[in-house]
T-cell receptor, first 111, second 117 residues
Framework: SQQGEEDPQALSIQEGENATMNCSYKTSINNLQWYRQNSGRGLVHLILIRSNEREKHSGRLRVTLDTSKKSSSLLITASRAADTASYFC???????????FGRGTSLIVHP | GAVVSQHPSRVICKSGTSVKIECRSLDFQATTMFWYRQFPKQSLMLMAT?????????EQGVEKDKFLINHASLTLSTLTVTSAHPEDSSFYICSAREFGGTYTEAFFGQGTRLTVV
């Protein structure tokens, strides 16, 4: 079963705008990771955030984690056409640390 | 982070043949490996979990005789799709984790695009 659920399922914006995607999960986690996947390609790791962290930055990416709400958000600032991709969150929990993926958000950035 | 190498990245095979996909951890000991499958425009679904030296644990609905997983060493796991059929065409991704190592999270390979014709 899927642990994380991304919202929205699809997002279409203009270049230069910010894109925000959310991920909700059901059980307590150890880690939450965000990935990007271009059409037909492999996963690109974006950011890992651990359960005791609340916010992390990497370039134009900002990830927040609210364990009380069991949710995380990924913000891409000043989006570019090259950011067009599917974005997935993956959580792992308990002692098994098995990564479980959400359905993903399909982001389209129009030039 | 640690590196997981998956090979091949793409493979086309004839219906009825078997295909082997390799997953290697390059700079850590992969005590546990995970295999995922992704259908077009869908998420990644866990197929099985394997611990080095043990039999793999398959998720419900995954045929263990069709998807043979071998995790004989701490750096290599293989997934063999036996008697492949067109419906087995999919994107397969492996992931590896080191128990008690530097990193708690799992790392992913780049995936294998399997096309059965």
């Amino acid at each position: 079963s899927q642990q994380g659920e991304e919202d929205p399922q699809a997002l279409s914006i203009q270049e230069g705008e910010n894109a925000t995607m959310n991920c909700s999960y059901k059980t307590s986690i150890n880690n939450l990771q965000w990935y990007r996947q271009n059409s037909g390609r492999g996963l690109v790791h974006l950011i890992l955030i651990r359960s005791n962290e609340r916010e992390k930055h990497s370039g134009r990416l900002r990830v927040t984690l609210d364990t009380s709400k069991k949710s995380s958000s990924l913000l891409i600032t000043a989006s570019r056409a090259a950011d067009t991709a599917s974005y997935f969150c993956a959580t792992d929990s308990g002692g098994s640390y098995i990564p479980t993926f959400g359905r993903g958000t399909s982001l389209i950035v129009h030039p | 982070g640690a590196v997981v190498s998956q090979h091949p990245s793409r493979v086309i095979c004839k219906s009825g043949t078997s295909v082997k996909i390799e997953c290697r951890s390059l700079d850590f000991q992969a005590t546990t490996m995970f295999w995922y499958r992704q259908f077009p425009k869908q998420s990644l679904m866990l197929m099985a979990t394997s611990n080095e030296g043990s039999k793999a644990t398959y998720e419900q609905g995954v045929e263990k005789d069709k998807f043979l997983i071998n995790h004989a060493s701490l750096t290599l796991s293989t997934l063999t799709v036996t008697s492949a059929h067109p419906e087995d065409s999919s994107f397969y991704i492996c992931s590896a984790r080191e128990f008690g190592g530097t990193y708690t999270e799992a790392f992913f390979g780049q995936g294998t695009r399997l096309t059965v014709v």
